[in-house]
């Protein structure tokens, strides 16, 4: 009998369990970023009209075993300073339905997908740059015994708060050598894209015979074995159309230009080293969603600076962005030439120089210049350069530093001149644990040039109280030129996985930079209100 009944109520208990599986589950995600502006006599800032700007984002998906379905809704009420102004009012943006077996997947709606490094194709998103180019249509995908895997996609890329009316096709494919040979120490695989952009032309580029599509491809290798790997990759991003502003016929009314970039990446990792060596050329590689737009996040292709991304304050005072190829009255650069060595290495415990918890030493040097002559590997003036050099040490339980020393040298007119600026940045960056519930850590930093505004300095203090309460206040000051300082202070709360912050400051024009891919910001002064969540 007790049996008898153990037996009833765990089927039961299944039934029930399998009820609710069948209902299946909801996840979703609230971002919320609201600033109040007020003029600034000092730094020179404006506010824009209303005093006030608000960007907010509300994502929810739906899964059910194999099925998915999802929406995402944006409000811009008004979109804040520094974001292109297509970002405005209530809509909802993005949606799909999808469907997921072991092997084969389809998704019909808003999705986003890359191909090979995203050279050729990539849609994303991104907030902080005002990113967000998804393709809305359909894909598909298909994976045999993870040797062949194969993706084929058509949509209508995103453009602010609409898709436009450009068309995109392609299909990528991946053959894995090694795992149809069965090799067990080696991995080698050989891949490839194809992608078309279609755009309707506009009038003037009727009459000069150019052409609304636009075909690329790009060919790749893998290869990874015993902690060493080599990637490299051939991109041709097909014709591209410049406007020719001293055309004298129709006919070279635009310069045609084939887009291309060449890549490769070789190292090794293994036994505490770690050898990072990239090599990168472009030329002509701003593949835009609308043409007559300019590439600031108007691109459906990515092409990231590859050198160190900072996060201290004076480290990004002039970050470096990719040159994928500009065209002015005066000046015509077709692209970049260049590349970076990344290496790092722990030190371990017990060594002379690991000390009794080890230590870490980080060393990256990145230099890129524009192309001399088209078509050519030849390079001509200094876009970038950076050699920095990184040391992080846990001395005791309770106290963790690092120290970072970077030289900068970059061209303000972006190639067109030999002329280039010079920095030396240092940081020391102090972590202490009074508890394991309250820490502080303070950042000081100092900026040496002759160019440009001269000397920096900047501080910045944070004391959390774990796991809720943040404190934080920084200042970065022009000492050798401006005499400004530009200041920010807030306080933050956490609880489970909703997070609120507060926050005041005077903030300078330049770039803010995510992944490698930057956008202008304007010189602003205000408060800051951020809510994030996640169900």
Not at 308 to 330: D, E, F, H, I, K
Not at 454 to 477: C, G, Q, R, T
């Amino acid at each position: 009998m007790a049996v008898a009944l153990l037996f009833t109520g765990e089927t039961l208990l299944s039934a029930e369990d399998k009820s609710e599986e069948d209902k299946g589950y909801v996840t979703g995600s609230f971002e919320s970023n609201t600033n109040l502006y007020i003029d600034d006599a000092v730094s020179g800032a404006k506010a824009p009209d209303g005093h006030f700007g608000s960007n907010n984002y509300l994502k929810v998906d739906y899964y059910n075993s194999r099925f998915s379905a999802g929406v995402q809704m944006e409000a811009y009420a008004p979109v804040l300073l520094g974001y292109r102004p297509e970002f405005k009012g209530v809509a909802l943006t993005n949606y799909y339905v999808g469907w997921t077996d072991e092997d084969f997947s389809i998704t019909a709606g808003t999705f986003y997908e890359q191909f090979g490094s995203g050279l050729l194709f990539r849609s994303w998103e991104d907030r902080a740059l005002g990113m967000n180019n998804a393709l809305t249509g359909a894909r598909v995908t298909y994976n045999y015994n993870d040797i062949v895997a194969v993706k084929a996609l058509w949509g209508m890329p995103r453009f602010g708060m609409k898709f436009s009316g450009t068309q995109v096709k392609g299909a990528d494919v991946s053959f894995a050598v090694s795992n149809l040979a069965g090799w067990n120490d080696m991995y080698l695989a050989v891949e490839g894209s194809v992608m078309d952009r279609y755009e309707k032309l506009d009038a003037d580029k009727t009459v000069a015979g150019c052409r609304p599509n636009c075909t690329g491809w790009s060919a790749r290798v893998n290869l990874e074995s015993s902690g060493f790997f080599l990637k490299g990759e051939y991109v041709d991003a097909g014709q591209k159309y410049y406007y020719n502003s001293n055309y004298t016929t129709d006919a070279d009314m635009y310069h045609r230009k084939r887009g291309n970039a060449q890549l490769v990446e070789t190292g090794y990792n293994g036994r505490g080293l770690g050898v990072n060596l990239t090599l990168r050329r472009l030329e002509w590689m701003d593949t835009r969603v609308l043409d007559a737009e300019g590439p600031d996040m108007n691109m459906i292709n990515y092409v990231p600076a590859m050198c160190t991304q900072y996060t201290y304050m004076l480290t990004n005072l002039n970050p470096y962005s990719a040159n994928v190829g500009l065209v002015s009255n005066r000046f015509m650069n077709s692209g970049e030439i260049g590349g970076q060595l990344d290496v790092f290495y722990n030190f371990k415990r017990g060594t002379l120089l690991g000390g009794k918890r080890g230590m870490r030493v980080h060393a990256n040097f990145s230099t890129y210049y524009t192309i001399a002559d088209e078509g050519t590997f030849k390079a001509g003036n200094l876009l970038f350069r950076d050699l920095s050099i990184d040391i992080e040490r846990q001395w005791t339980r309770k106290f963790k530093s690092t120290l970072m020393w970077s030289m900068q040298e970059y061209c303000p007119s972006y190639g067109e001149f030999k002329t280039t600026w010079l920095s030396n940045i240092i940081v020391a960056d102090l972590l202490y644990k009074f508890t394991d519930k309250f820490s502080t850590r303070l950042e000081l930093q100092y900026l040496v040039t002759f160019e440009d505004r001269k000397d920096w300095m900047a501080a910045l203090l944070e004391v959390n109280f774990a796991p809720h309460w943040s404190i934080y206040a920084s200042d970065m000051y022009n000492h050798g030129s401006t005499k400004v300082h530009y200041y920010n202070g807030g306080v933050s709360y956490t609880k489970s996985r909703t997070r609120v912050s507060l926050g005041y400051g005077r903030y300078m024009k330049g770039k803010i930079c995510s992944g490698g891919v930057c956008r202008e910001i304007p010189a602003y002064t205000g408060a800051n209100l951020s809510v994030t969540m996640s169900f």
